[in-house]
């Protein structure tokens, strides 16, 4: 590049970095004035132009470019940015193709090439580019790239069964063609392990396992040597595995907790690798074995001490692997082993998780652990009070049914309240960073109460809870687990409000709001204020939705980077980790909250529908995973009783076929409602399609699979969704057809999108040639037709209605908790909103009068009418029932449920909340 | 990353963004490690780096953490030990360092009892925790350090480092 050039070019980079992209387009139109067929300018302003958000203009500039076939490094890089922004990744892949084919020699194009296929996850390919690579660059890297790619390929879901095998055995004969040999660095060792796995050639990978440099690599390598552990396996080769993780164990000191499965598999492999019910003879020598492994165990744990925790688990699960095989064990056994256990790691946190496997004793054995257990409290120092904290926690979880009555659990959670207030001395001078070290307590006190809700139906249960775990909050800022608690029963309570702030203190961000979101934001559209124009919740949904945006943008990036330095080994998880993200059921269960959210909030106009339309569809074929970490939540209840998380859900948690469901009933309505059909849609979209899914249901015409109701779905509904999804089915069904016909056709919508884009500066759309010569025809004809009969509306939906309306004149003469109000009122208001969205089309005088809709028109007002009647009365009983709760008398009722710790907070702020709500949407 | 919601949600472990993570993955998925504990939850982990020029050439330890409930088990010992090892004998570096906020008590006294010692005050390091308290030590990091096989001199360590204060600027 020329100097002067240089000096014309340096303002737009500059601008481009600091995100000035206004000032970089016009740096950009100073130099195009003098140079108009600079190619490099060019991308820049279109690069300036996507992130201004000016698509259109930024498409035509790019396809300008692209039509030069650019080779230059700098034009390429600032293409693949403009063409990242406007979501045309196979275009990168051409682009790259192109100037590759042009400069053969060009090493660096080559990997640009390679690397823009990977991150598309094109292996096929990918492959082909790095073999080509490897011919004309004769570096072993390239060969292993193309390798990899192939074993790829394999994995790949789309690449067919037959094909798999072929491509495997592509590439270890790949590999045999080497320079050097794959043991040259720890991640090609790998990837030639993985081969000869996936192909089942177990003895093959045993000699290169066994040679001198393959112990090496696994000594210090902990993938090659996970892949190890698994061929062996696969092998049969356990018992050989298990006296190698014997020498590890009792020589090396390994505390490795695999080395000591190894050997437990070992142990019992002659009767577990066999269905056949096992000899005499063969029982005896595994009795025999197991002996043996119980004295490398003892000797483990004798050495170690309080070191380490490994030998008296290793112990306690030979016991119990013993006890379920059959053979004889003494029945005292695993108490003796876990009495053991507690002795000496009992004032450790973990030791009830460690426990907790081995502890299903009955009768005799129940009762001597229990007594062991109460033999071990004492609150003297730090260390006692956590072991006390696990004796109270391993007491609970055996408790049987017999001992969780109302008044057993009650004095329990006195207990709790009184260990916890006693322990909190322990923790006066800590920082207000540090955990307080009698926190459990609390948590406790919160399972107790939350069992005694359960066991009672009293809400003023909930609410003691809720007070003494605020307590314990305030005096652990920093316990996660206590807000965790609290999230829950403020939902329970109808107090979302008080949930959102505990969620937001505990810092949630990156990819944690993937796994946790779901606290705040399952069925959000049910606690959100959107009807009243608070958007707090749809901001979250906005917010948790970053990381989806940052690892579209960013993973695919690593992937290929993973490639460059050669670290085969990460690859694999890297895919997985994008597609868990990118799949991710909760980003679209989330999704789907939004909507239903910005539908309560927005005017129902075009741009909301046309918009939802196409982003929901492009969902709707997702394979999901749910990411949703529920473990999380603490668990200290009995065996017998279902678990906190379970106990505290206000409804099932939704999953893949509520989601499946909730995406049919709102792509069923926006079609409708939308003026768009798929002929107009493809023309306008701009940027890559989802890829075809190769599920053979789902190749029916997406209008009869949004019809068709699965199982699958309607058990993932409450009742009330069960009524709302069949009011839904009614409703479409009923006005779809009047919908049909008075949709305008799609050559006038080409046009008219023609005629608005001609009004703005630049050119028209590539896709208005298309709509130039439409079917005009076809538009015409169909006015000629006559219009669909009036039918009267089906019985359904009147119907729902009331049922909706007796629902909830049974729910709140009852014991009923504010969220399950909550839920019968939202699934009623969705029910009129959507009602509104199907029949807005048909609100103006002229339609009516030009398709004699009058009896329509006639049949809507009237139900509109007794929606909102039902409404209405909903929200007047709901804000009497906010100003209850609101009155002193309430607060002293709430005041009084909380007097072992007093602390009264804002429960009766939703109430008044949702009486706005309701006034709102019935107006 | 799924699963690690046990250790970050506490206040002490910073949760990054993914390009984070998969820098360090993909670079030195050697000086990376995970500990589970037998039932599957993850107990802490360690991220770590090699890194520096000539006699600076290091292992650091960018994250080290344990999950509240499996503390006082030695946990960090060992993937430090683990560390170490690697940095040692895989990337022959002369010393590993890492950076603690000076507030973070329990984890200091920790690494003076693993053979660290302070190197030098960074001011200015990290974020604030947004506690309104004594933000200066709070944001301020000591750099610490503790010298492997290559370096028996002792040369990369200096008794008094409490007291040489650099600016964040001047540290990478």
Redesign the interface.
Known sequence: MSTALDRQIRPIYDALDTQSNKSAVLACNKVLKKQPNNVLVKALKALALVRLQKVEESLLLADEVLAKKPTDDGVLTAMMHVLRGLGRHSDIVAMFETAYKQHPQNEDLGTQTFFANVRVGNWKAAQQVATKMHKQFQDDRYLYWSIFSAVLQANDMATPEALRPVLLKLALRLISSGNTPSYFNPDRFYVHLLILRELEMYDDAATLLNHEIGQKICETSLVCDEIRRDIMKLKGACKQEGEQAKVKILEKKDRNWLEFLSLLDATFWDIASTSEPASEDVKAAVTEEIAKTRKVFSEAATVDGLKDRSGLLALLELEKRTKSHGLWTDACEIRMMAENYFSQFGDKACCYEDLLPYLAFEGEELEQWTSFLNSRKSFDTPDTLQRSINVYKLLRYNLTSAELTPELELARAQEYIKVYLDGLKFGVNLPDTELQPADDFAILVGHAYVSLWKLTGEESHLQSAAATLEYASARSKQSYRIRLLLIRIYHLLGAPALALDHYRLMNVKQVQTDTLSHLILSRAAMWSLAPLGDITYMSECMEASQIYMSNSTETAEFIARAFSTERYSQIIDFIEFEDRLDNSLQRDLMKVEHVRMRVAHEPLNAELVDMELIELKFIFDRIHHDNRDFEVIPNYQPRCQPSFNEQTLPLKPPGAGWLSAYLKVYIRAFQEASDLDETVEDKLLIGDRPKPSNDPENQLPLRERLVKKRQEEIDDLSEDEKLFYEYTLALSEWVGPYHDYVRPPPSALLAEAAKSNDLKPGHPLKSMAAAANGSATNGHSKKDEEPPAVKESPELIPKFFDDMKSRFDAVISGTALPSELLHIVATTQEAYLLFALETVRFKPNSIIKQYKFGQLAQSFKDLRVKASSILNEMSTVLAKLGEEVATPDGRKAFVQASSSIQDSSGVRLYFVSVKASAHHFTV | ???F??I?????TE?????FY??Y???W??LC?VQ????G?M?GYVIGKAEGHGQDWHGHVTALTVA???????LAR?MMSLLEM?SD??YKGFFVDLYVRC?NSVAISMYEGLGYSVYRRVREYYGS?G?G?ASKDEEDAFDMRKPLSRDPHRRSVRANGREFVVSAHDVS
């Open positions: 990353m799924f699963k919601n046990n970050n949600l506490d206040i002490w949760t990054y963004g993914i390009s998969l820098t993955l993909s670079r998925p050697d490690c589970e504990a037998p039932n939850h107990m509240p409930e499996y503390r006082r088990l030695s060992k690697v004998e895989t507030t925790l506690l308290r």
